[in-house]
């Protein structure tokens, strides 16, 4: 058990500061509303685990409202970790009992059910920290039922100033609950990290620091880099929340293109075939979206090499050519000598691919794209250059921003993750735009 990574519950807490250092990212007080979107049972048991380690020694009273085979391998790991003796204070209870009494979610009695539980602890004078694993039956109204539920609770966490976790399972929970849900929690914790909630409808949006010869200028510093990591927050949480939602939009889709395959083959429907195939591709291009999408999380693996960037680019020329002539247009290189720098191979070739592919479709035909490399000044150079009609000013500001894109069928991913793998290469980007075209000016260090 000691072997096993999760989320750090049992980190360094302090009575006289009333704060706990869960992790990098975020300070929890001792009354915190956490919201858990689990998808891995080994690391959820091993966070409940230290859960309630944590609150043992710190003398706390425990609430666990739990799956009947969860309690029991709970109990059994804390007798391989010597806690059989120390439950004085922890309380059990069937989370199916709990919230569905009577076989129906209700929120009055669940929280009546949460303050029968809680009394004896407070008559003891224990300060408590519960642990829910929230169940719900598909009625019409539940996504009402359970958002009244969690206003409420969170409501009472703050006058009872409990440490509380609510833990759902992101295989079973709908993407329109979650969203509702996730305005009533202040943390958001998935089975490795826990962050601060951004959207918590409770925080007042932070207020904008005036800038004055009477204001220190670390005090204004700090508060700028706070609103940053408030941002920072805000777009790790909707991230996450997308990827659940994208996950959960993507099984329903497999499916529904399945059938349709099926039925294609099915003589009776021939004369909708045409039909069918249609229907097939608008679900693959959905599919292709939320599979670029997913790949902006996931923290890809960099094999960095001495490579030539001429290399590269001439490896994937022909590619290149053969998209521009389909097109009506034509591609031009102009390599310069230029020495071996330190990059990713396959994600600079994603970032040529991507920039070559916008530039072409931005331009009608006739024209040309070029490519430019050149060695000045301790940086290999790259220009890509096309004859378009240019980026508004507006638009060039959210180059990069997930979705946006001046292109009538785009999604501007490509650009996002392409940004994303030149910062992770410390280039640099300098975009110059007009009316006859666009330049991607790109500069790489050369490491002597």
């Known amino acids: 058990m000691e072997n096993k990574k999760y989320v750090p519950f049992d980190d360094e807490f302090s009575l ?6 869960f992790s990098s990212q975020a300070g929890v007080i001792t009354s915190a509303h956490i919201l858990y979107i689990y998808t891995d049972f080994e690391k959820y048991l091993n966070n409940i685990i230290s859960f309630i380690v944590k609150g043992i020694k710190l003398n706390q009273g425990i609430i666990i409202i739990e799956e009947e085979n969860v309690i029991t391998s709970i109990l059994t790991e804390l007798e391989k970790l010597g806690y059989s003796n120390h ?4 309380i059990f209870a069937h989370n199916d009992e709990f919230y569905l009494k009577n076989k129906a979610f209700n929120a009055k009695t669940v929280l009546k059910h949460f303050e029968e539980k809680l009394q004896p602890l407070l008559e003891q004078g224990y300060c408590i920290r519960s642990w829910g694993n929230v169940c719900w039956n598909n009625h019409e109204d539940i996504i009402e039922k359970l958002k009244v539920y969690e206003e409420s609770a969170d409501k009472s966490i703050k006058e009872l100033r409990t440490f509380t976790v609510c833990a759902y399972n992101a295989t079973e929970l709908p993407a ?9 929690h202040e943390y958001i914790m998935t089975d490795i990290e826990i962050y601060s909630n951004s959207l918590y409808s409770k925080v007042d949006p932070p207020q904008a620091v005036a800038i004055s010869n009477n204001i220190d200028e670390s005090l204004v510093n700090y508060h700028r880099h706070k609103l940053d990591l408030l941002e920072l927050d805000k777009l790790k949480m909707m991230s996450e929340m997308a990827s659940i939602i994208s996950h959960e939009v993507r099984n329903p889709m497999t499916t529904a293109r399945g059938f349709l395959q099926l039925f294609s083959t099915k003589k009776e429907y021939e004369k909708d075939w045409r039909f069918f195939n249609l229907i097939i591709d608008e679900l693959d291009r959905a599919n292709s979206i939320i599979t670029e999408y997913l790949s902006l999380n996931k923290d890809k693996k960099f094999t960095m090499e001495l490579q030539c960037l ?3 680019i001439e490896s994937i020329a022909p590619l290149v050519q053969a ?3 389909d097109t009506g247009n034509s591609l031009e290189l102009d ?4 020495p071996e720098i330190e990059i990713d191979g396959q994600g600079i070739r994603q970032v040529l691919l991507n920039l070559f592919k916008n530039g072409i479709e931005a331009m009608e035909r006739g024209g040309v794209i070029k490519t430019c490399t050149f060695e000045k000044e301790g940086f290999v150079h790259l220009l890509i250059i096309d004859q378009g009609h240019g980026i508004s000013a507006d638009m060039l500001d959210k180059l990069g921003t997930p979705f946006v894109t001046t292109k009538d069928d785009g999604t501007g991913l490509g650009l996002t993750k392409s940004f994303e793998i030149l910062e992770r290469h410390r280039a640099q980007v300098d975009i110059k735009t007009s009316s006859q075209g666009t330049t991607f000016h790109i500069k790489f260090i050369v490491y002597s």
């Not at 329109?176 to 009533?184: C, G, P």
Request: charged share 10%; hydrophobic share 50%.
């Open 176 to 184: 329109n609950m979650l969203i509702e849900i996730m305005k009533s």
């Open 323 to 325: 998209i521009a002539v």
């Open 16 to 21: 006289s500061k009333n704060h706990v250092a």
């Open 310 to 312: 001429n290399s590269i």
């Open 335 to 338: 390599l310069q000598p230029i």
């Open 87 to 90: 439950l004085q204070s922890l």
